[in-house]
């Protein structure tokens, strides 16, 4: 059941994607991307990191000189990704290339809700048509040939 459960909240996450923000800033504590236009160094509290290209998290304040982000992901020129525990960093906007703000998608919801269902309905299908089980021999047992030699074997037996 666990399993099952966090099958499905991946599938359910896949139903979010980053958009790009037009003329208008997303409101406060939306979730945001940050890409930047050029690599550069971020400080976050006592360890500073190197060459970053984006910056992914809750955004704090969205002025018209800078962006505050509380950083949880960052990812840096040579492809590597950085986890942070949330720690507020304020960006230029002349540094900043493009924000893109975590937004439903309504086709991917739409396909993870129309694949559940058929899976619902195949199974409630699957479980009605079902045979009743047999009495006696199991049903996976007659047409194997180890089971054909065994029954040939007490025929002869029992003729003898």
Do not use: F
Request: aromatic share 2%; with cysteine.
């Amino acid at each position: 059941m666990r399993g099952l459960l966090s099958v499905l909240l991946v599938v359910v996450g896949g139903c979010y994607s980053y958009v790009a923000v037009g003329g208008s800033a997303p409101a406060n504590g939306a979730d945001v991307q940050v890409q930047l236009a050029a690599p550069r160094d971020v400080v976050l509290q006592d360890v500073t990191v190197h060459g970053i290209l984006a910056l992914q998290g809750r955004l704090l304040a969205g002025g018209t000189d800078s962006v505050a982000v509380a950083v949880v992901r960052l990812w840096g020129q040579e492809g590597r990704t950085y986890e942070a525990t949330g720690i507020g960093v304020s960006l230029p906007r002349q540094d900043i290339a493009a924000v893109r703000e975590k937004r439903a998608s309504p086709m991917r919801s739409a396909l993870v809700i129309g694949s559940g269902a058929a899976g619902i309905v195949a199974t409630i299908l699957g479980v009605a048509t079902r045979a009743p089980p047999t009495r006696g021999r199991s049903s996976r047992c007659r047409d194997t040939p180890r089971c054909s030699r065994n029954r040939r074997d007490r025929a002869r037996r029992i003729a003898r």
